[in-house]
């Protein structure tokens, strides 16, 4: 079992163009980084178990069905009667997506640390908002180093929000602090600029892999990604084409990918570590699912049905 640690919410998109002087109607969808990664990895065929605070007002609701419609385990879900976050996104042209937050007093913030993991967990996944906004953020960091000393296989996406990072300082320090505790590091190219304060980040990923993680994936939309490893390895893959509607869900859906990929071969129990040939399949796998969700609009992760068996082409 994977298990993905973190928010849910709901993300407000613009349902289309809006007249000048108008603001455009907002439909809402189901979202949030982990939320999204861990449904994911469901539609890819991988046991996964989701590990949060979700409301009980009528947006958490909906956030649990789609959950349980899925598979998605929610035996670690916790609820409470706080509202739901919201994200209301902006869309540019290209169909990049930014967000603005309305955060304040809701029910993931109040996660609280379980008192066990299942037996099955193989891999926790961690990231965006869960790690900043406190009081939650503490207990998901502590879980982190928890699962991290038990040796399960630990993931990262920092997924920054700027807007709710009150101290950037303050934040990298945090972000430091957690790599020891991380057996993957997935980040946006813009992310690591962002983290590493340099537009090259060629050195920051190599202290980054000195400090802990096994490797680091860097993803570059629509140009593709690249994997390098604490041995040496690196190994880039492009993108794979697609007419882009938006491009909400994507790096989630690539977290879920490459978990589902690397535990196809084996790599989520730590040894053997994944050969270059393995590494190219896990990373064209990984784009040819962010492909297809760029290819509609909202979070909509892919189902196994829609990927090819074996080399991560799109079925036709």
């Avoid at 540019?92 to 809701?106: I, K, L, N, Q, V």
């Avoid at 190219?280 to 784009?287: C, G, I, N, R, S």
């Amino acid at each position: 079992m994977i298990i993905v640690a973190g928010e849910a919410l709901i993300d407000l998109v613009p349902a289309g163009p809006a007249a000048d002087d108008e603001l455009p109607a907002l439909l809402p969808r189901r979202g949030g980084g982990p939320y999204n990664t861990a449904v994911a990895l469901a539609r890819l065929g991988s046991p996964a178990a989701f590990c949060s605070r979700l409301s009980t007002d009528h947006f958490g609701e909906a956030l649990l069905r789609a959950l349980a419609a899925d598979g998605v385990d929610t035996s670690l879900v916790q609820r409470g009667p706080e509202p739901t976050t919201l994200a209301v996104a902006h869309l540019a042209d290209g169909g990049s997506a930014t967000y603005t937050f309305h955060a304040e007093g809701t029910a993931d913030r109040l996660f609280r640390l379980p008192a066990d993991l299942p037996a099955p967990a193989r891999a926790l996944s961690f990231g965006t908002c869960s790690l900043v906004l406190e009081p939650g953020a503490g207990a998901y960091e502590e879980l982190m180093r928890r699962a991290s000393g038990r040796g399960l296989f630990t993931a990262l996406d920092p997924n920054i929000r700027p807007g709710l990072i009150p101290d950037p300082d303050a934040y990298r320090a945090r972000f430091r602090s957690w790599l020891p505790h991380t057996t993957l590091l997935k980040l946006s190219e813009e992310d690591a600029v962002w983290l590493a304060r340099s537009a090259d980040v060629t050195a920051t990923v190599g202290e980054w892999l000195a400090s802990g993680p096994y490797a680091v994936v860097l993803t570059r939309g629509g140009a593709g990604m690249t994997v390098r490893t604490r041995d040496g390895l690196e190994l880039s893959v492009a993108g794979a084409e697609v007419d882009v509607v938006d491009t909400i869900g994507a790096g989630d859906t690539v977290n879920a990918a490459l978990l589902h990929r690397l535990d196809h071969h084996g790599a989520l129990t730590g040894t053997p570590a994944p050969t270059a040939e393995q590494w190219h399949d896990v990373l064209t796998f990984a784009a040819r699912a962010a492909a297809l969700t760029c290819a509609r609009a909202g979070a909509q992760p892919p189902y196994a049905s829609e990927l090819g068996a074996g080399d991560g082409s799109v079925a036709r």
